[in-house]
């Protein structure tokens, strides 16, 4: 109990020297600043949004990329549960703590976005919009960030050591398991399909009727590779929240998350070329759009499928780490130039769209947000580490 | 390893079950209540005077140009055509002017063109935007989230929104006039127009209307109505000297917006049912490998157990048996040493009676 008590203790005190706090602090307090901005004056306050560019980089970054890199969350609890993968036990919690760090902080992100958000649970609660493909999606991000919390309340029971309340939840592991990957299916694949709906405005390279498919099978290796990305950046930055089983099986998560994202990438890949081949989309490939298009399926998908392959094979975990981080700057890359490149490619460039720099430091605010929340949590709570008085599940 | 496998084949999953239900949506009928009304617009009577701009502001309250968030020259004036300018929440109208291929002027009226199946309705996850049997796209403010999705939709770039307001943001686009109609009033603009070149009323007849026009001047216009079928037709409709594309209109093709989406949304079905099964499938396959793999390690420890066992009873025997031998082998040896000494002994002492008796059986003899 004593080393426990030194170890919140140091913790805290590594948190208020830590060099970067001073740019945290920073962001903060300009994003509290743009916040009030942003509700007294509007969107147009803060935004460069217009009537042909209604969404912008909160969409594009805070959902579109938010949701993906969460998808850490379902991609480790059904590896662990429902695989019966033990050595992916210990990337269980911080995987699901980030997705549900993640999911909060997207519906927090839409507050900004939306016009009237004090209505946000309308499409919920009075009038549904079955027809639409956004109602979708708040439905299952609504009903996944619930199923997320309860996940995640088994550390919060730990710490508060509520042994009854946990160990009911922990009973609804294999359940609660499956209902996140269904949600997840389906709203993943639904951000992707919220494009379906506007062929005439989107470039026939990124459009496509396999659209959904593409964004739900990009959210695996995309969750795999944040859970082998934070895994690493834990292993530098919270190694004192650690324990040593945790230490230990890091390895095997980032070799078998490395195997499984570089498989999943070449079929991503090829379903990608389908696409293209289905709606015999091949003469935009040599123009400037198509060429970005290479660019990104040859850079952020294939390259980084080959050294993910590469590192399981020289057994390297560098270079897994490294692939991990081009698969999420790739994923980045995708779901900006399906909404922002591709979405609109017709408008001259005098009509583009171009992000305020306070919209830049709202989403910069939020991830802020994300990664302080993670710190904290990791400091105070069982998630890097088993707490001894509770059995693993 | 068997199971890292099973990461892949869940992509190849889904891929199955998210394209199945793509491949029955292609054939578009076109619908519409009959009675539903409609405009006709015809370029080639359009003189761009921007009286219908400034009817509309009228009729729905809009502010005057000069306040306009970036103010613009009164309706009168009209060096505002040079610029090309699209509708926003403070113009649900706006006059545009093109310049055709073969070098003539062109005007086009633009608003809203209250799609038969409109894309924004179909989008918007509150049912704020609705398509009446009367044939207006009518919005409710109250329900809004002000998500913009409608605007994405919208293959038109319709509908516009009010990014300077914070306290109560709204969508706003051409409403048909719906209030006026519903007076037995004709739309604002059209009411307004010095020429033929808008036309109100039932969308069928009007239709007919425009059929006779290109029929009458078969040189005037392009034979083809804008609006008949684009994405499942409009109720607002073109008339057009020129190829429509060159006043600024996008080819669309036939499919009506709602069912680009069907497909996707009826796949949830099919992932909210199959998901279950498989992945509970593939946890009792998991789960049944653990416990095979237990039993076949208990099997395995018990077998060793008996081997182990029947392997020490069998040298225990062996050794028990040795021992048995030896010890028979010893009291052979024992009573053959015996019986010779007692025969000695016997003819040292009776040699002279030796002949009359024979040789008296040993006691104990072991029996095998
Ligand atoms: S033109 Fe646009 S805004 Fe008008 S009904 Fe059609 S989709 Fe809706
Ligand atoms: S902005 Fe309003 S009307 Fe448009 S889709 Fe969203 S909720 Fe519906
Ligand atoms: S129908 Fe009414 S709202 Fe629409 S453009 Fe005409 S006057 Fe304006």
């Given at each position: 109990?004593?080393?426990?008590?030194?170890?919140?203790?140091?913790?805290?005190?590594?948190?208020?020297?830590?060099?970067?706090?001073?740019?945290?602090?920073?962001?903060?307090?300009?994003?509290l600043c743009i916040t009030?901005?942003?509700?007294?004056?509007?969107?147009?306050?803060?935004?460069?949004?217009?009537?042909?560019?209604p969404w912008g980089i909160w969409i594009s970054f805070d959902l579109l990329c938010g949701v993906a890199l969460a998808a850490g969350g379902y991609a480790a609890t059904t590896a662990c549960h429902l695989f019966g993968l033990k050595d992916f036990r210990t990337s269980v919690r911080p995987a699901v703590t980030s997705a549900f760090l993640g999911y909060a902080f997207v519906v927090l992100a839409l507050h900004y976005d939306v016009g009237q958000p004090w209505r946000l649970v309308y499409p919920i609660f009075l009038s549904q919009g079955t027809s639409s493909v956004l109602f979708e999606v708040g439905l299952c991000v609504f009903i996944y960030l619930s199923v997320l919390a309860l996940e995640w309340s088994i550390a919060v029971f730990e710490r508060?050591?509520?042994?009854?309340?946990?160990?009911?939840?922990?009973?609804?592991?294999?359940?609660?398991?499956?209902?996140?990957?269904?949600?997840?299916?389906?709203?993943?694949?639904?951000?992707?399909?919220?494009?379906?709906?506007?062929?005439?405005?989107?470039?026939?390279?990124?459009?496509?009727?396999?659209?959904?498919?593409?964004?739900?099978?990009?959210?695996?290796?995309?969750?795999?590779?944040?859970?082998?990305?934070?895994?690493?950046?834990?292993?530098?930055?919270?190694?004192?929240?650690?324990?040593?089983?945790?230490i230990r099986r890091g390895d095997a998560v980032v070799f078998g998350f490395g195997k499984a994202a570089?498989?999943?990438?070449?079929?991503?890949?090829?379903?990608?070329?389908?696409?293209?081949?289905?709606?015999?989309?091949?003469?935009?490939?040599?123009?400037?759009?198509?060429?970005?298009?290479?660019?990104?399926?040859?850079?952020?998908?294939?390259?980084?499928?080959?050294?993910?392959?590469?590192?399981?094979?020289?057994?390297?975990?560098?270079?897994?780490?490294?692939?991990?981080?081009?698969?999420?700057?790739?994923?980045?890359?995708?779901?900006?130039?399906?909404?922002?490149?591709?979405?609109?490619?017709?408008?001259?460039?005098?009509?583009?769209?171009?992000?305020?720099?306070?919209?830049?430091?709202?989403?910069?605010?939020?991830?802020?947000?994300?990664?302080?929340?993670?710190?904290?949590?990791?400091?105070?709570?069982p998630i890097l580490r088993d707490d001894p008085d509770f059995e693993t599940h | 390893?068997?199971?890292?496998?099973?990461?892949?084949?869940?992509?190849?999953?889904?891929?199955?079950?998210?394209?199945?239900?793509?491949?029955?949506?292609?054939a578009a009928t076109i619908s519409g209540h009959p009675e539903t009304l409609g405009v006709l617009h015809d370029s080639a009577l359009c003189i761009g005077c921007r009286k219908c701009e400034a009817a509309c502001r009228e009729v729905n309250n809009l502010p005057t140009p000069?306040?306009?968030?970036?103010?613009?020259?009164?309706?009168?004036?009209?060096?505002?055509?040079?610029?090309k300018r699209r509708t926003d929440f403070q113009r649900f109208t706006v006059v545009n002017k093109y310049r055709s291929k073969d070098g003539r002027t062109v005007f086009r009226k633009f608003q809203c063109n209250h799609c038969q199946e409109p894309a924004?309705?179909?989008?918007?996850?509150?049912?704020?935007?609705?398509?009446?049997?009367?044939?207006?796209?009518?919005y409710k403010p109250d329900l809004c989230v002000g998500c913009r999705y409608c605007m994405i939709a919208c293959p038109y770039y319709v509908p516009a929104y009010d990014y300077g307001n914070a306290g109560n943001p709204l969508v706003y686009k051409c409403t048909m006039c719906a209030p006026r109609l519903a007076r037995g009033q004709a739309p604002g603009c059209v009411e307004n127009c010095p020429?033929?070149?808008?036309?109100?009323?039932?969308?069928?007849?009007?239709?007919?209307?425009?059929?006779?026009?290109?029929?009458?001047?078969?040189?005037?216009?392009?034979?083809?109505?804008y609006g008949e079928q684009e994405m499942g037709g409009t109720n607002w409709l073109y008339l057009s000297p020129v190829p429509h594309e060159e006043l600024g209109q996008p080819r669309l093709g036939k499919i009506p917006a709602p069912e680009l989406t069907s497909g996707a949304l009826g796949a949830v079905a099919i992932v909210a049912g199959l998901w279950p099964a498989f992945l509970g499938g593939l946890y009792c396959i998991s789960r049944r490998r653990d416990k095979t793999a237990e039993q076949d390690a208990a099997l395995a420890a018990a077998t060793a157990r008996e081997t182990a066992e029947a392997e020490a009873q069998e040298t225990l025997r062996q050794a028990l048996a040795k021992a048995e031998k030896e010890k028979e082998a010893a009291i052979a040896r024992e009573v053959k040493k015996a019986r010779e000494e007692a025969a000695r002994e016997f003819e040292e002492k009776a040699a002279p009676q030796a002949k009359e008796e024979s040789t008296p059986p040993p006691a104990g003899e072991p029996s095998s």
């Open positions: 109990m004593n080393a426990t008590t030194d170890r919140k203790k140091t913790a805290l005190l590594e948190l208020l020297r830590t060099p970067g706090n001073i740019l945290t602090a920073f962001i903060l307090a300009l994003g009030v901005l942003r509700f007294t004056k509007g969107l147009a306050g803060v935004t460069n949004l217009n009537d042909n560019y508060l050591g509520w042994k009854k309340a946990r160990a009911r939840i922990v009973r609804l592991t294999i359940p609660l398991t499956v209902l996140g990957v269904i949600l997840s299916t389906m709203h993943q694949s639904s951000l992707g399909a919220l494009y379906l709906i506007a062929p005439s405005k989107m470039h026939p390279l990124w459009y496509s009727p396999f659209i959904p498919v593409f964004f739900f099978v990009s959210s695996i290796f995309a969750g795999m590779s944040m859970v082998i990305f934070e895994g690493s950046l834990a292993h530098r930055f919270l190694r004192g929240q650690m324990d040593e089983e945790h570089s498989i999943t990438m070449l079929g991503y890949l090829l379903i990608r070329l389908y696409g293209v081949a289905l709606d015999d989309n091949w003469r935009f490939l040599p123009t400037g759009y198509g060429l970005w298009f290479i660019a990104e399926l040859a850079g952020f998908v294939a390259l980084p499928s080959f050294l993910y392959a590469l590192g399981v094979r020289e057994k390297n975990t560098r270079r897994i780490r490294f692939a991990a981080l081009l698969t999420i700057a790739g994923i980045v890359l995708n779901r900006f130039n399906v909404s922002l490149v591709a979405f609109n490619w017709q408008l001259a460039p005098e009509e583009k769209y171009f992000p305020h720099w306070m919209e830049i430091a709202v989403s910069a605010f939020i991830v802020t947000l994300i990664i302080t929340a993670y710190r904290l949590i990791c400091a105070y709570m | 390893m068997r199971r890292r496998k099973f990461l892949s084949l869940i992509s190849a999953g889904s891929l199955g079950t998210a394209l199945a239900p793509r491949t029955g949506t292609a000069d306040k306009y968030k970036t103010p613009e020259k009164p309706f009168t004036d009209l060096s505002v055509l040079e610029r924004c309705a179909s989008a918007c996850f509150v049912r704020a935007l609705v398509k009446t049997p009367q044939g207006p796209v009518i020429t033929d070149a808008l036309a109100f009323g039932r969308r069928l007849d009007l239709l007919e209307l425009a059929r006779a026009r290109i029929a009458a001047h078969p040189g005037r216009y392009t034979p083809r109505i």
